[in-house]
């Protein structure tokens, strides 16, 4: 039993020695606050992500780490050391994620540097502004490497100069990204004299030049005292697929914009290329549409948590000059319902029980196809959208999970199956039609629809144009509905629920007895699942989607759900490698690092293993089969 309690029974029959005991302890707790207050800022002692938490500005000198058969060993050490860090940069493979797909030749030297010597020249007519915002960014990434309590060591060894060369081709004024648009980049790294070094990187596109500042990112890091980075690298990279996004979905729980910016730092991290922003859902409708107010009045969890117009402009703004654009999903004509109860007949089955029979959970709700009123609200919101995200040549219309039997019991009918699914497709004609009018008279390159009844073949090529829409397959890998869309010659981005889905796995909200998905989708199965392997046409794939659909995700689990698997899917849709035991284990070894930069960048990522693994890593690894090598 401690002071507290064998005090208390004292304090009780008023024992004058325990009081004089009590008195002593409250004066040297308040000494101790004041002296605390006057030496050290207290927000010192405020939990904080980012470079405070993992990165201690600390010299461990009791170990070092020596490179032994592709692996840092951690040693004793006795005399000069080498950082866990430094040792990683040039033993086995360099931890580059996502791996180059081409030309990769690092130097293993590397020279200490201070952030003051660097500086920017840009060879660009039109983007200056935007690579010296990327560059901004390129930047802050690096001070971030730095812990906060450790000032920078200066020494004789350090670069006086380190010039970085952004040149790039295009000639686009506004540049957008694009479904074509070259995202390649060349790196070259290389001494300009004594104590300068110069970075170059020419891309045909500003998204190129991104990718390659953030390539360039990869080769510094924090060495105990100082940065350093490699003093040579020659790379020539581009990715696989021209689609690489996360999805994720602000209706089942709203998302701050510091969430979804803290989401777009991530993204570009890995290069990754898209967010789909699932905005609204039958839960909630929280897009606040300038000129339909009623929308978030009745849509919104409260008047605070809104996305105005000017919200969704600055995402725009922050993920293009972090190589990312916003794909906004106003999902209809089901998963809508709260928000549009306001209009005359707007909605059917709004808030509907018992919901198992009129949508998949609750609360119920779809858009009445018979209302006229219904596409003028459409074609504004479509306007809106349009013009804030600046929307070139992809746009998602949604188009998941119609239940028919609401429509069914609702519409004017009686209706027979084949007159619904003509109702359905009639209703996405004239989306069709508003999206064309939002967008000046042409459609988007992509108007995304999910996989659906609507899309099983015998409907698809009674009702959908393949020149117009790109279907998004969420189905089971096993199914056949991406195979059969591609022989159809629809183009697909592929969100395998069983491989791709981040929610799986969390148990049923809704209470029933398992869960929609499950398990949970460990970075290894998100990583080595690899469809296009038999699936044809190649040129058809435009790319892929991780969702984190978010009944059970707000601003609190964000990162973790997301981090690091997120980053394990952007290899795979970046690099694409060869799936064997070997690479796994590199992988699982580049993945540890890359989740540290994202937890620098002030990413919540979730841990991957415990931290004595970082630190001998070839202990924790499974051995490799070499029984019949
Ligand atoms: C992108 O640009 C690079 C560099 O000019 C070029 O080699 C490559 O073929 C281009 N890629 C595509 C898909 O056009
Ligand atoms: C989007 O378009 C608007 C208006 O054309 C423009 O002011 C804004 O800078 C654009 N944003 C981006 C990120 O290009
Ligand atoms: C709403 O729809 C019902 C049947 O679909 C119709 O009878 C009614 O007149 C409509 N009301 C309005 C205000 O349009």
Same mark, same amino acid.
């Given at each position: ?16 020695? $325990? ?47 020596? $490179?032994?058969?592709?692996? $840092? ?179 089942? @729980? ?90 005359? @007949? ?170 929609? $998905? ?37 601003? @609190? ?73």
């Amino acid at each position: 039993m401690g002071f507290g309690s064998s005090c208390f029974q004292m304090f009780v029959s008023a024992s004058a020695g $325990c009081l004089r005991k009590l008195l002593v302890a409250l004066t040297l707790l308040t000494a101790g606050l004041i002296a605390i207050l006057y030496y050290g800022r207290l927000e010192d002692l405020q939990p904080s992500f980012g470079s405070n938490t993992l990165r201690h500005c600390a010299v461990d000198n009791l170990w070092t780490w020596e $490179c032994e058969g592709q692996h $840092c060993v951690r040693r004793e050490s006795r005399g000069a050391r080498t950082s866990l860090a430094t040792c990683r940069m040039k033993c086995g493979s360099v931890p580059l994620w996502p791996q180059p797909t081409g030309v990769t030749d690092l130097a293993s030297q590397s020279i200490p540097f201070r952030l003051k010597v660097l500086r920017l020249e840009v060879r660009s007519s039109y983007i200056r502004r935007l690579l010296q915002d990327a560059f901004d960014v390129f930047r802050s990434n690096l001070e971030n490497l730095v812990p906060s309590s450790c000032p920078e060591e200066a020494s004789k060894e350090h670069l006086h100069d380190f010039l970085v060369t952004l040149e790039v081709r295009s000639e686009d004024r506004q540049p957008l990204l694009k479904l074509a648009t070259n995202e390649s980049y060349q790196l070259l790294l290389q001494s300009a004299g004594a104590a300068k070094l110069r970075a170059e990187i020419r891309a045909q596109s500003f998204f190129g030049a991104r990718h390659g500042l953030e390539t360039l990112t990869q080769l510094v890091w924090w060495d105990d005292t100082s940065l350093r980075v490699l003093t040579r690298a020659h790379i020539i990279d581009a990715p696989r697929f021209a689609h690489r996004g996360v999805l994720l979905d602000t209706a089942r @729980n709203f998302l701050p914009i510091r969430s979804l910016r803290a989401a777009v730092d991530g993204l570009a991290a890995c290069k990754l290329n898209t967010l789909h922003w699932h905005l609204s859902d039958s839960q909630s409708f929280p897009f606040d549409a300038q000129r339909l107010p009623n929308m978030a009045r009745y849509g919104a969890y409260s008047s605070a948590l809104v996305y105005s117009a000017r919200d969704v402009a600055e995402l725009v703004e922050y993920a293009t000059v972090r190589g990312v654009r916003v794909v906004v999903e106003l999902d209809a004509p089901a998963h809508a319902g709260n928000g549009w109860q306001w209009g005359p @007949n707007l909605s059917v089955c709004v808030n509907q029980q018992p919901w198992s029979m009129f949508c998949g959970e609750p609360p119920c709700g779809q858009l009445n196809p018979d209302s006229e009123e219904l596409y003028v609200v459409l074609g504004e919101l479509y306007r809106d959208l349009v013009a804030l995200t600046n929307v070139t040549d992809v746009f998602h219309v949604g188009g998941d999970e119609l239940n028919l039997q609401c429509w069914a019991r609702e519409l004017r009918g009686p209706l027979t199956h084949e007159e619904l699914l003509a109702k359905w497709a009639k209703f996405q004609k004239r989306v069709l039609q508003l999206l064309a009018g939002a967008m000046g008279g042409t459609l988007p390159r992509a108007v995304v629809l999910w996989s659906s009844q609507m899309t099983r073949p015998h409907y698809a090529r009674m009702y959908l144009d393949p020149r117009v829409y790109v279907i998004q397959t969420w189905g089971a890998s096993a199914w056949r509905e991406a195979p059969a869309l591609l022989q159809a010659g629809f183009r697909v981005i592929l969100s395998h629920l069983d491989a791709w889905y981040l929610d799986c796995g969390f148990g049923d909200w809704h209470g029933g007895e398992t869960g929609a $998905c499950s398990p949970v989708a460990s970075w290894q199965t998100i990583y080595q699942h690899r469809p296009w392997t038999e699936l044809v046409p190649r040129n058809l794939i435009l790319g892929g989607e991780a969702c984190l659909w978010g009944e059970m995700v707000d601003e @609190n689990s964000l990162d973790a759900k997301m981090w690091p698997r997120a980053a394990a899917f952007s290899e795979r849709m970046w690099t694409d490698p060869a799936i064997d035991d070997a690479t796994l284990r590199d992988a699982q070894v580049r993945l540890a690092v890359q989740r540290e930069r994202l937890v620098a960048r002030g990413i919540a990522a979730d841990a991957m293993w415990p931290q004595w693994c970082d630190q001998n890593p070839d202990k924790c690894l499974e051995p490799l089969d070499t029984s019949h090598a």
